[in-house]
């Protein structure tokens, strides 16, 4: 790769880059601000607009987002006539779980084995460093060949739509040709990959109620009716004997084409114990990107540890449904919740409330853009090819810039591989992957360009 003067380019700016992400990723950018102090979150988008600033942006602003925190804006014009990019990572950040169970400091870039920890690191902190780097080195190798916009999220983790709803608000602001979202990762580290596809999702709360209170389980218990023996029954009806998922109604999504999930590597990344079986049918990437899935996120009732002998009058739970592409996730809601309300047990009350919601996202694969990516990461990777590869998680930013922008091509690459462990304890980020992408994206601004 270093023969390539934008390769040798980024790779002399990488002690920089690391400088950089250690400055960024220490910042506790979690934007739920009843956990981590707001101040963290502006401090992280305050750095990345001086940043932007320091490479010659234009109109840098910090775009107050309905949600109540901050998105950073900036535009760099290029040549007359020339194509617009957008170039989309986040700077807030999942909350570090248990602190005690990092082997470094969470917000501390820490270089292991190779790897640099750190919250942030990968997801997606390291992605608005490799957008800056793609940059520095087409600047450094004749110049930035299209116009490029970059926004940098303040609270994609929490799901709560202020970029989604600001940008509907200003539809201008993010046009663009092209947009390539930094927040994906390649399937593996050393193999070039684009996500063609996410998967939708819903989330719903069900609550049950029996009784006016709790009864003595041995006065009462056998014919009085149980709330949570009933949120049991209704869970256990969201799943199939080989534990696939069955909502009333739902179809079961489709066949995955592109890149196949050997079953065996996939036991390993999900660290499944021996002995455990996977669940559902079909491949593991029909599973995972092509189905829909369901998962209880958690259920509110007494905790093993100092519980009594009751009956339990209420019980809840929240219920995540994951949806593939080509099925409505707005229809989907309605379908779970009219199955959780039609499997609940004994007459017992029901009720359900939505609490989020995005839509699944595909993406045109046969657009001139995926082609000048192609091209770019076999440079970036020799001896590679671009592999399409689905993502079972969301990102609603994606459909809202699809529905806002039709004709724009829509990307996304990233950092996010299966040992980057994102969202867990000991988050990491493999520097060669960093180097590697930002080498892409740079090939990629500039084949784009010419196409």
Avoid at 68 to 73: E, K, L, N
Avoid at 197 to 212: A, K, N
């Amino acid at each position: 790769m270093s023969s390539n003067p934008v390769a040798g380019t980024v790779a002399s700016l990488m002690p920089r880059a690391r400088t950089e992400l250690a400055e960024l990723v220490a910042f506790k950018s979690v934007a739920d601000f009843d956990q981590f102090p707001k101040s963290e979150s502006e401090g992280a988008a305050r750095w990345v607009a001086d940043a932007l600033a320091a490479e010659g942006f234009q109109d840098v602003a910090l775009l107050d987002t309905p949600d109540g925190t901050q998105s950073v804006y900036g535009y760099l014009p290029g040549p007359e006539g020339a194509k617009t990019v957008l170039l989309y990572a986040h700077y807030d950040v999942q909350p570090p779980l248990d602190e005690s169970a990092w082997t470094t400091p969470p917000f501390e870039l820490t270089e292991r084995d190779g790897r640099w920890y750190g919250r942030g690191a990968a997801d997606c902190k390291g992605g608005v460093i490799m957008h800056l780097l793609a940059l520095r080195a087409l600047k450094a190798n004749g110049g930035i060949p299209v116009h490029v916009k970059v926004i940098a999220e303040g609270s994609e983790e929490q799901g709560t739509g202020g970029l989604e709803r600001y940008a509907e608000e200003h539809p201008d602001l993010l046009a663009a040709d092209t947009i390539v979202i930094g927040d994906a990762g390649n399937f593996r580290v050393g193999l070039p990959t684009v996500t063609a596809t996410l998967r939708g999702m819903t989330l719903v709360r069900v609550q049950i109620d029996t009784l006016e209170g709790n009864l003595h389980s041995g006065q009462f218990g056998g014919a009085a009716p149980d709330a949570l023996g009933a949120l049991i029954r209704v869970l256990d009806s969201l799943r199939a004997e080989d534990g696939s998922t069955t909502v009333d109604g739902l179809t079961g999504g489709s066949g995955w084409e592109g890149l196949q999930y050997d079953e065996e590597q996939f036991r390993q990344d999900a660290k499944v114990l021996d002995g455990v079986e996977l669940i559902g049918s079909g491949t593991v990437a029909d599973r995972i990107w092509a189905r829909p899935a369901v998962t209880v996120l958690g259920i509110d009732c007494p905790p093993v540890v100092g519980a009594t002998p009751s009956v339990q009058a209420g019980a809840r739970a929240l219920v995540s449904l994951r949806v593939p592409p080509g099925v409505d996730a707005a229809e989907a809601t309605k379908l779970l919740q009219a199955h959780l309300e039609a499997h609940t047990p004994w007459g017992a009350r029901v009720r359900t409330e939505q609490i989020g919601q995005g839509q699944a996202f595909s993406a045109d694969t046969s657009s001139p853009a995926y082609a000048a990516m192609a091209e770019a990461m076999a440079v970036a990777y020799p001896g590679q090819e671009m592999q399409y590869a689905g993502q079972g998680g969301s990102i609603p930013l994606c459909n809202t810039l699809a529905a806002l922008y039709p004709r724009a091509e829509i990307l996304l690459i990233g950092l996010s591989e299966p040992e980057a462990q994102i969202h867990a304890v000991n988050e990491s980020v493999s520097p060669e992957e960093l180097e590697r992408l930002s080498v892409t994206e740079a090939l990629f601004l500039r084949n784009y360009a010419a196409s």
